[in-house]
């Protein structure tokens, strides 16, 4: 709870030194509002927001809720505002910065810690695959995956991004080199996704899909270097499809869903395969890293047990 009452009270700072700035530097107003009368906006906007997030900051719940709900709504209003006119693209991205922080904070005020676990309920629970499923029904699963997932988190996903970022103005100029290096690690990165994707269907008995996980502990490949090749491979493209599109929106993008995926998810997931594999995933987390590769691999065979494949 400490830290949600912390963050609620930086923001109302924030919220007060922003407004500030919005009645005495043109720039701020324009970047933030565009031809949005101020009055009219503060009028609902110190109390809802900027007083409503220092009462929060006493640990007051209700004034938590109206706050963060009060972020919400101006943020999808100012998306609005900036898509139909093309004004005030910082002001979105600001709200939509304090929306998530004002999230996050409601959870710690209201329940004391961030439910992260309703992230992996109902389809995204880890489940492992059906054992009577074959090498080729697992390979046959995993590029399907791979088609979906990559065709929505690498193709639509970013293009509609970079449509927003060059709508609400806050494009800027990527040097030349950036598309030829942009490519360069997309096609190194894809190609070591898919040898991990490959290795977990063959080896692991499963598919890298939450709902159809490998039977066995995969030691081979990639994962003999780093202990998610598949994590790493995706934030990779996410940033080399962002350099190619020439969107810095993009890359952040992909940066945020590393920090998403490292401290919400993955927690997760280690806590499944060392509850599914014991002592052999224990002993291959102490030897692999997550994100940097180690210079040498594992050992074949490394872990000893019926569970653990090379």
């Known amino acids: 709870m400490r830290w949600g009452r912390v963050y609620f009270a930086v923001q109302a700072a924030a919220g007060a030194a922003w407004w500030v700035a919005v009645f005495t530097v043109p720039f701020v107003r324009e970047a933030t509002l565009g031809s949005l009368d101020p009055i009219v906006i503060a009028a609902l906007d110190l109390p809802l927001f900027v007083l409503a997030s220092g009462i929060a900051a006493a640990g007051v719940r209700w004034a938590a809720f109206i706050a963060t709900g009060w972020t919400l709504l101006v943020a999808l209003g100012l998306a609005g505002y900036a898509t139909f006119t093309g004004e005030a693209g910082w ?3 600001a709200m939509a910065a304090a929306s998530g922080g004002s999230m996050l904070a409601l ?15 109902g389809p995204f629970e880890f489940r492992p695959a059906d054992r009577r499923g074959d090498a080729r029904a697992h390979l046959a699963g995993t590029g399907l995956e791979i088609v979906v997932f990559w065709g929505l988190f690498l193709c639509v996903i970013p293009i509609v991004i970079a449509w927003f970022e060059s709508r609400w103005r806050l494009s800027v100029d990527f040097p030349p080199p950036a598309v030829p290096i942009g490519i360069a690690v997309l096609l190194l990165a894809s190609a070591l996704g898919i040898w991990a994707a490959v290795a977990m269907s063959v080896r692991g008995d499963g598919t890298p899909l939450p709902a159809a996980m490998p039977n066995r502990l995969v030691v081979a490949g990639p994962y003999r270097f780093v202990r998610n090749p598949m994590a790493v491979a995706g934030i990779m493209q996410g ?4 350099l190619i599109l020439g969107s810095w929106l993009v890359v952040v993008y992909a940066v945020a869903g590393a920090v998403l995926w490292d401290h919400v998810i993955r927690p997760h997931e280690e806590a499944d395969l060392e509850a599914r594999f014991g002592d052999p995933f224990r002993r291959y987390r102490a030897q692999v890293r997550c994100w940097w590769p180690r210079l040498r691999p594992v050992a074949v065979g490394y872990g000893g047990s019926h569970d653990h494949t090379s």
């Open 107 to 121: 959870c710690l005020v209201t329940l004391g810690r961030v439910p992260t676990e309703w992230l992996i309920r």
């Open 91 to 93: 002001g979105v991205l």
């Open 239 to 242: 940033a080399a499809v962002g």
